[in-house]
C-alpha cells in the first residue's frame, strides 16, 4: 500500500507561481513512479507530468516549459512546480504512484492516488 497526500494548491493570479507536493508512505518510495494528473470541472482527468524512480520525466504538452516535476527520494516526496500559470491550469490535481519503473502517462496504469489539490488561477 501507498499512502499519497497533496499539498500547496491555492489562488494565484495568471502568470504566477505554485509548488504543489505529494508526500508518500506505505512503501519504497523509490522503486516507484510518480505522477500528477488533473481534473477541471465537467472534463475528463489529464496526465500532467510523471517522474520514474531513476529521475525520468515527461510532461504533457500543455504544460511543458511551464511545469517541472521532480522527486526527492531521502524525504519520499515529489513536487510539480507550476511557473507562468494561465486560468486554464484551474483543476484539482492528483498525485499518483504506479508501481514501475516505466514512465506511465495514462490514468489506467496508476495504483494509487492521493485525494487531491484544488488550484485556482485567475485571469
Known amino acids: 500500500q501507498v499512502q499519497l497526500v497533496e499539498s500547496g494548491g491555492g489562488l494565484v493570479q495568471a502568470g504566477g507561481s505554485l509548488r504543489l507536493s505529494c508526500a508518500t508512505s506505505g512503501r519504497t518510495f523509490s522503486s516507484v513512479t510518480m505522477g500528477w494528473f488533473r481534473q477541471a470541472p465537467e472534463k475528463e482527468r489529464e496526465f500532467v507530468a510523471a517522474?520514474?524512480?531513476?529521475?525520468?520525466?515527461t510532461y504533457a504538452d500543455s504544460v511543458k516549459g511551464r511545469f517541472t516535476i521532480s522527486r526527492d527520494n531521502a524525504k519520499n516526496t515529489v513536487y510539480l512546480q507550476m511557473n507562468s500559470l494561465k486560468p486554464e491550469d484551474t483543476a484539482v490535481y492528483y498525485c499518483?504512484?504506479?508501481?514501475?519503473?516505466?514512465?506511465?502517462?495514462?490514468?489506467?496504469?496508476?495504483?494509487?492516488w492521493g485525494q487531491g489539490t484544488q488550484v485556482t488561477v485567475s485571469s
Open positions: 499518483a504512484a504506479s508501481i514501475t519503473i516505466h514512465v506511465r502517462t495514462t490514468a489506467t496504469n496508476y495504483d494509487y
Open positions: 517522474v520514474s524512480w531513476s529521475g525520468l520525466s
